[in-house]
């Protein structure tokens, strides 16, 4: 007779691999969530929930660049001590970097023809970015389509002191009208 597996211990099984998914999906949502997190404790009413613990970076005292990029139709002002950098990320999406001497985590842009990053299930509010309808999630992740392109425009990973140069970025952002190809 054959040692064969009972059907509760199959069943038991199962159970704790979709457990162990479940978990694990919760707890990547969870994280990516609380990255996005600023306090909101103590607020009066009006009040932004943006603090800075540090120093403003100084937007005046800057010069600032154009940036432009004719395959995107997107064009926008930096920093002009910061550098951009174009890359892949996978084949769904392209990533505009831009990284400061003030900051050790880049603000970036995702292009795609698919879908915005990372904000599937996130709370939006609706807002405009270059004359465009965008999806904002707290001031750091800000989504905008032109045409067939996805933009996300991500300060999520930056100090909450860049957070005024990003919406300086923001406010400078203009589209052009793409090529069907």
């Known amino acids: 007779m054959k040692n064969t597996p009972t059907k509760s211990f199959v069943m038991l099984l199962l159970f704790i691999v979709l457990l ?22 103590q607020l009066k009413q009006g009040e932004s929930s943006i603090k800075n613990s540090s120093p403003q970076v100084s937007l005046d005292n800057e010069a600032w660049q154009k940036y432009t990029n004719a ?8 920093p002009g001590s910061w550098q951009p950098k174009i890359y892949s990320l996978d084949k769904d999406y392209d990533v505009i970097e831009l990284t400061g001497s003030a900051s050790p985590n880049p603000i970036k842009i995702y292009v795609s023809s698919q879908d915005y990053f990372g904000m599937a299930g996130l709370p939006t509010k609706k807002t405009t ?27 999520s990973g930056s100090s909450a002191k860049l957070l005024p140069v990003f919406k300086k970025m923001l406010a400078s952002v203009s589209f052009k009208q793409l090529s069907l190809k």
Request: net charge positive.
């Open 71 to 78: 395959k995107y139709g997107l064009s926008f002002s930096y």
């Open 20 to 41: 162990t998914y479940t978990a694990v999906i919760l707890t990547k949502a969870v994280y990516y969530r609380e990255s996005l997190s600023l306090p909101t404790s």
């Open 129 to 155: 970015v270059g004359g465009k309808p965008a999806l904002n999630v707290k001031d750091v992740l800000v989504g905008v389509k032109n045409g067939k392109l996805y933009y996300t425009f991500d300060a």
